[in-house]
């Protein structure tokens, strides 16, 4: 499978001889697309043996013609389906207006989208950036200035309490705040200022905050580890314990928000209302690369001239797409419609359990099928799953992870729910034999 006209792959020893084509490109022809990326890229994504070439909406083809239903919507930056019609004709427009802006300057798609996220956000203020991780980062940038502005920490000394399990990004800084050596390993030097507790552990929690504290920072639900949700009270919990210490709570929903759970955001599941929230991937629906930090102005005006910038963030594309997709979610009631169908599907996928599937955990549209170890292989499943024509993927502690996009009808649903439950059952009844 590589995706090249035959009738060209039949004729390129003859251009060869005759001297139309290099070897190299005889062999990149003759080569499948995933030898070529092997050649030419490094080995940082262990990915199953499928090229994807176009999508609408919920499913996706390859370059064979292979239909799948896309079950993991780009790690949530899907959640309005792909190609979105408000969105490419927000993109394409804009590209024919105005692609970038030094930020020395104004533009004008930044006012009308800071308006809209903040009605939205119901946050007074957005710093927008471009990758969840940047806007991550920019939270933290800010939090520890705010630490040592109010709380009056000796400079250098700032701490931010993290969770076991968490991903906030790949940059130098958020695997410096993870708990995964896999992350780390022969990255060193690497950030100081993280302290470590277990994830949904609130008196470890209490029990870290330090004069030197300045916030604590927290996936509500942890996305990356398979769908892990906090014990109740655990969100509600974090807020009482900084509103009594003085400290921020920091949210990141660069994954979790935006509908994926039922929620705006997903602390909201619990009535907490966090002080910085970093948020990112279907803010732009996949299209364009647009994240924002979000916080009121006590927590936003720590930034002054030249202490923060980025030469794309807030850019007039990225401006533009994200105004439209915030109009998507506004206009179709996507988190209201994650939230109902969320609550639907739960009895049939807790239905599962038993046999090879362990557990299940799940909000809103966003679920992990856990497997049991000694029944099963979570990433042989996810294979079989994927042969099958599911999109999806596992995760660390023997778990697949589905989280498709908003817009998913209620036929593909059920239909993405049939195939996994008969994989699921038949992985069982061969496993029992």
Not at 274 to 287: E, F, M, N, P, Q
Request: aromatic share 6%.
């Amino acid at each position: 499978m590589n995706g090249l006209q035959p009738a060209r792959r039949g004729r390129t020893r003859e251009y060869l001889i005759a001297g139309a084509i290099s070897e190299e490109e005889a062999i990149m022809i003759t080569t499948s697309p995933v030898d070529i990326e092997a050649r030419y890229a490094p080995n940082i994504n262990p990915t199953y043996p499928v090229i994807l070439h176009r999508a609408a909406d919920c499913t996706v083809w390859d370059v064979d013609g292979k239909a799948y239903l896309d079950m993991l919507a780009g790690f949530s930056a899907l959640n309005l389906g792909h190609g979105h019609p408000a969105l490419i004709d927000a993109l394409t427009d804009q590209a024919k207006r105005l692609t970038l802006a030094a930020r020395v300057f104004h533009h004008s798609r930044s006012a009308p989208l800071l308006e809209r996220l903040a009605r939205f956000s119901g946050y007074e203020k957005a710093l927008l950036m471009n990758s969840g991780a940047e806007a991550v980062e920019t939270m933290v940038k800010a939090a520890r200035r705010y630490g040592y502005r109010t709380r009056n920490i000796p400079e250098g000394r700032a701490e931010i309490i993290v969770f076991t399990g968490n991903f906030h990004g790949r940059t130098l800084g958020m695997i410096s705040a993870s708990s995964t050596p896999r992350y780390k390993e022969g990255y060193g030097p690497l950030l100081p200022g993280f302290r470590m507790v277990p994830y949904g552990d609130l008196e470890a929690t209490r029990q870290a905050v330090t004069p030197d504290t300045c916030a604590v920072m927290l996936e509500a639900v942890q996305g990356r580890g398979g769908v892990v949700l906090p014990p109740d009270g655990f969100l509600e919990g974090v807020r009482q314990l900084c509103d009594e210490t003085g400290i921020l709570m920091l949210a990141d929903e660069v994954q979790a928000g935006l509908g994926r759970t039922g929620y705006r955001f997903a602390v909201e599941a619990e009535n907490v209302r966090a002080d910085g929230v970093a948020i990112g991937k279907s803010l732009s629906g996949g299209i364009y690369p647009v994240s924002a930090f979000l916080a009121d102005a006590p927590l936003m005006d720590v930034f002054t001239p030249g202490s923060h910038g980025s030469t794309f963030g807030g850019n007039p594309m990225a401006c533009a797409v994200a105004e439209a997709a915030l109009g998507v979610f506004e206009e179709e009631d996507l988190i209201a419609r994650s939230h109902r169908l969320g609550r639907e599907i739960l009895p049939r996928l807790n239905a599962m359990k038993g046999g090879v599937v362990r557990d299940v955990r799940a909000r809103g549209l966003w679920f992990a099928l856990v497997i049991d170890p000694e029944r099963g292989n979570a990433r042989k499943l996810c294979r079989r799953l994927v042969d099958a024509g599911l999109l999806c993927d596992a995760c660390p502690g023997e778990a697949i992870r589905f989280s498709p996009p908003l817009t998913i009808t209620g036929h593909d649903l059920t239909k993405a729910l049939d195939i996994m439950e008969e994989i699921m059952r038949t992985e069982s009844t061969s496993r029992s034999e």
